[in-house]
Every structure is written in C-alpha cells, then in structure tokens.
C-alpha cells in the first residue's frame, strides 16, 4: 500500500505541483461543487495509478484540483464504494494519497436516507458521528505506522470545531441544518422498513452506503474531517415503497445549491 501511494502522489505531484490543504469528496448529484473552484487542473481516474473507477451513476469520476478563495482544494467528482466489488483498501485509497499531497482537512458529503422524525427530504444534515456496520473494516490487516497507529481513536471523528463553525455560517446564510448520526451499511440496496427500524433503534439519524470507510482511514492519518448528508428519502412506511436512485439524485440536486454554498464558506473562513 505504501509504495502504491507514493507512486500515486509522485505521478500527481509530477502533474500538477500542486499542494492542497482541503480535500473534499462529492457524494451522488453534489459534483457541481467544482463550479465553486478556481480549476488548475484535473485529471481523470482512469489515468492515475492504482486508482479505481467509479461506475455509479452521478459519480463524474476526476480528481479536480484549484482554489477556493485563497485556499487550495483537491475534490473528488465521485467516490468508490464497497457494494461497487471494491475492497475496502480501495475504497479509502484516494484519501491516503490526498494526505501525502498536503491535505490536513477533510470534508465528505453524501446522500442519505432520513430515520430521524424531524427530517425531511432535501433536509441537510451534519454529521456529528456514525455507526459503522459495514461487513470489512479498512484497517484490516498489517498496519502500516507510517500510516497511523494501529488502534485508532475515534472519540471525535467528525471535528467539533467544523461542526460548530459551519452551523455559525448556516445562520448567516440562512441555510437550515440538522445534525445527526450516520450510519453506514454495505449497500446497494435500499433499506427495508425494519432495516430503517433498526437504524432507528441503533439512535442512527439516517443511513447511507458509503463514507464511513473514508473518516476511518482519515482519522487514522490525524486529518481533521467534517461531514454533511443531504436527506434523499424518508425510511418510513409512507415513502419507503417509491425510491429509486433516479429520486436520490434528483433530491440531492435540489439541496446542491444550499450544500455547495455551506461547503464554499466553511473552506473560505475555517
């Protein structure tokens, strides 16, 4: 893995000359926020070493590099999921490379359906925790210390102080926002009711197929993450029987403006 990643940074670095300290990683219908950025570059994952593809659906696939403000960005115009056939390893491998290219701060977004009570679909969501009940785990196997440590804390996955900033910036750009607990299952399929319930019961606020696997390994190399859900589905026995992934990203489109603008701030004033 090690020796993959420095080949991966090498051939960037060798691209681009470019050292970004956000990271950001676009979940389904949200690449529009590479509107946002000043572009210097962008390459195609199907021409960088050891990376995988996304085949999902509203997953452009390119890693786009440029500025925000003065802040300098590296986004991923769609991610890579487990139910894909990728490994967990995989999976996570963007943000290794993203670390050893300069990223000390990491922000993921995704569409989730919604078991809070109080939710609604287009409602953004900031993720404050997650439940990891994926079936593999990233930091499976040997650990590499140049990595990290091998049993990593995570009392506070997703940063207090991110957290607490952006909802500062919803005030003042009269966005509103929830919070809540994320709960990752493998996917790809939508959940059943009494999944929804059992989400529920576990004091999950929504659930989603991916990036739990990406603050794990994130956490693991000391990056500061925050984390944003924008609510496509309601999981109960009214909606429940009508979603598709058409719906999904139609809803997640809706909400993209609000998310993209929170997004654009919080990197401008964090």
């Not at 802040?71 to 290794?96: C, D, I, L, N, W």
């Not at 603050?215 to 993450?225: C, F, P, W």
Request: hydrophobic share 40%.
């Amino acid at each position: 893995m090690w020796n993959q990643v420095q080949e991966t940074v090498n051939f960037i670095k060798e691209k681009t000359n470019f050292s970004p300290e956000y990271g950001v990683i676009l979940g389904s219908g949200l690449g529009s926020f590479t509107d946002d950025i000043q572009i210097e570059f962008s390459l195609s994952y199907s021409e960088i070493p050891n990376f995988p593809v996304s085949t999902v659906q509203g997953h452009k696939g390119a890693l786009v590099f440029g500025t925000i403000g003065q802040k300098k960005v590296v986004a991923m115009q769609g991610r890579f999921h487990f139910y894909e056939g990728y490994s967990m390893k995989e999976v996570t491998f963007p943000v290794r490379v993203m670390k050893y290219l300069g990223v000390e701060k990491l922000i993921v977004s995704n569409a989730s359906g919604g078991v809070n009570a109080t939710y609604k679909v287009g409602d953004i969501a900031l993720i404050t925790d997650h439940i990891n009940l994926m079936p593999e785990h990233p930091l499976r196997g040997i650990n590499d210390e140049r990595f990290g440590p091998r049993f990593v804390n995570m009392s506070e996955p997703y940063s207090r102080k991110m957290i607490e900033k952006a909802k500062n910036l919803a005030k003042k750009l009269n966005i509103e926002v929830k919070e809540g607990v994320y709960l990752g299952l493998q996917g790809p399929t939508f959940e059943t009711l009494s999944e929804y319930r059992m989400v529920k019961i576990l004091s999950a606020d929504c659930v989603g197929m991916s990036t739990v696997p990406e603050v794990i390994v994130a956490r693991h190399m000391d990056l500061e993450v925050f984390g944003i859900s924008v609510i496509t589905d309601i999981g109960n026995e009214d909606s429940i029987g009508t979603i598709t992934h058409a719906e999904v990203l139609e809803a997640a489109q809706k909400a993209e403006p609000n998310v993209r603008n929170l997004i654009k701030e919080l990197i401008l004033n964090y």
